[in-house]
């Protein structure tokens, strides 16, 4: 877009164009201050009003009782990650590679249809399948970390898929045909060739995912039950059932800090990926 | 063949819970068995006539219609400003209008709750109407923004080298090309904001809750297949939308899968 192609107008009519979504914008980082200074406010049990200023909340994140909270969460986003990434690759892979449009047409729609359902629903759905109605599953899983990641990589693979998609549908066939003509067996060509070139897609598709996973709610809250806990359900019991929301605050601040951290991570290494390697 | 049989199965996991709401909203009994002893339609009467669900589909309807027709003009501006106009610090203004997507519902939710109680405004709508025009927005003005690039200045100068006011070429020329992308934005705008959980819980009332929300209340406090009807409406809707869109906006463009054969 060079900058002489732009219609007269200028400077006046694009900071009026933009005024309206900046004021909404403007508002949600009010709310969010709101937030930051909470979790910097003192608690007063059995008030909405707060004290004066403390790092009482955050010293409370780190408080055995929510210790183990904030350690599920970490262990439950690593493993999340992982199963997703392996889950997610063969259908990514079919996707991108499909031949026909109708059948990439009817992968699409299987992909995203979850993604559009909404998560109470799918995390209903989820708690019939893990409770014992249907299937007698030989270990419990309905309210068990088990039951949460299956939840956890199913709500995420939809995304996943799209990202590795995009990212294995930008490698030229070319270089997966020209390791095979050199004899290379289908294995090795996935290994040393598709995989290598798809790690932008897997590495960004990771983080994402993991950021996502971090301050998931509605999994974790109806098919953990109240006995799996991840960061975001703490939030939501300090903040509407407790009414101690400086100590919600605090939680959420945490999450939020964990979030942007890693998705910072993926624009890097994203924009390192666009400037480094041109592909076809 | 291995390959394939994997990805089916893949599929199957991504669908099976689909399948086992659908089983489940036509059993006959409150408990589930499986086969099914047979088909009953008690629990979508059941749906159809909670008062809970009913006030909630209604405040659906206000909160998306709503949030969606402000979002759609406001994106619009704001897409075009960022495309066209030689706004300074452009990157910087597009991250900000797009960092919705990415900050986690409960510090959204839990900050919109706060601000709501220093306003004096506690499980008043318009807060609850707010917070959805900020969460999409960014839907909006992504999907409007890749039309906008994709308009060629040449017809909107055509016309104003025939005579047309600016505002005519807005309407005559402007407007119906970006028309695609307009839809595009609106589809996403009514998908994210009907289905917004998160948020929602943190800032809404009995009063004022809409469907995902009563739908969690109703999960955590009953466990008969009401809901299962429930879910079955709402996922039939939502299919029919991405089939449709699928067939007019060819979503894997939209995503930017290429086709690469």
């Not at chain 1, 979850?114 to 998560?119: C, E, K, V």
């Amino acid at each position: 877009m060079a900058a002489a192609e732009a219609p007269r107008g200028g400077r006046a009519l694009g900071l009026a164009l933009l005024a309206p979504s900046l004021a909404a914008m403007a508002l949600f980082a009010v709310a969010l201050g709101a937030l930051f200074q909470f979790s910097l406010l003192e608690f007063i049990p059995g008030s909405l009003r707060t004290g004066g200023l403390t790092g009482k909340n955050f010293q409370a994140v780190l408080a055995p009782q929510y210790l183990r909270y904030i350690w599920d969460t970490i262990v439950l986003s690593v493993l999340t990650t992982v199963l997703t990434l392996v889950a997610a690759y063969p259908v990514a892979y079919a996707l991108a590679r499909a031949r026909s449009a109708r059948l990439r047409s009817l992968l699409l729609v299987l992909t995203l249809a979850p993604f559009f359902t909404g998560a109470i629903v799918r995390t209903y759905a989820w708690m019939l399948v893990l409770g014992n109605s249907f299937v007698r599953w030989p270990v419990k899983l309905l309210f068990e970390p088990e039951g949460v990641l299956v939840g956890l990589v199913h709500f995420s693979m939809p995304t996943m898929i799209l990202i590795l998609a995009a990212a294995i549908s930008h490698i030229d066939p070319v270089y997966e045909r020209a390791a095979a003509s050199l004899g290379a067996r289908p294995a090795r060509v996935f290994w040393r060739v598709t995989l290598p070139l798809s790690m932008p897609g897997i590495a960004s598709g990771a983080l994402v995912v993991f950021a996502w996973t971090f301050s998931a709610f509605p999994t974790p809250e109806l098919l953990g039950g109240g006995r799996v806990k991840m960061i975001a359900n703490v939030v939501k019991d300090l903040a509407l059932d407790a009414f101690n929301w400086p100590g919600s605050a605090a939680f959420a601040v945490v999450a939020l800090a964990v979030t942007f951290v890693l998705l910072a991570a993926v624009s890097r290494f994203l924009g390192r990926a666009a400037a480094g390697g041109g592909h076809a | 063949m291995i390959g394939r049989l994997v990805v089916i199965a893949l599929l199957a996991f991504m669908t099976l819970p689909t399948v086992v709401v659908l089983l489940a909203s036509f059993n006959p009994t409150a408990i589930l068995s499986f086969p099914p002893d047979g088909l009953s339609l008690r629990w979508y009467e059941n749906a159809l006539t909670y008062p809970q669900f009913r006030r909630a589909a209604v405040n659906s309807v206000i909160v998306t219609a709503t949030s969606a027709l402000l979002a759609l003009p406001i994106g619009t501006a704001a897409a075009l400003a960022l495309v066209r106009h030689p706004v300074a610090a452009r990157g910087v203004w597009a991250a900000v209008l797009l960092s919705p997507l990415v900050i986690p519902g409960v510090a959204a939710g839990l900050g919109f709750l706060i601000l709501a109680a220093k306003l004096g405004l506690l499980a008043n709508r318009a807060v609850l109407i707010a917070a959805h025009v900020v969460l999409v927005l960014p839907f909006v003005v992504r999907s409007v923004m890749v039309s906008v690039v994709n308009l060629d200045p040449m017809l909107e100068r055509a016309a104003a080298s025939l005579g047309a006011s600016p505002w005519r070429v807005f309407r005559r020329v402007t407007l119906p090309l970006l028309r695609p992308g307009l839809f595009a934005a609106l589809l996403f705008a009514v998908i994210v904001s009907i289905n917004e959980f998160v948020v929602s819980l943190f800032v809404s009332s009995r009063v004022t809750e809409i469907l995902p929300v009563a739908m969690f209340t109703y999960v955590v406090n009953y466990t008969d297949p009401t809901m299962a009807a429930v879910s079955v409406l709402f996922i039939a809707a939502t299919f029919v939308t991405v089939f449709v869109a699928d067939r007019f906006l060819r979503l894997s463009r939209v995503f930017q899968i290429d086709e690469h054969q």
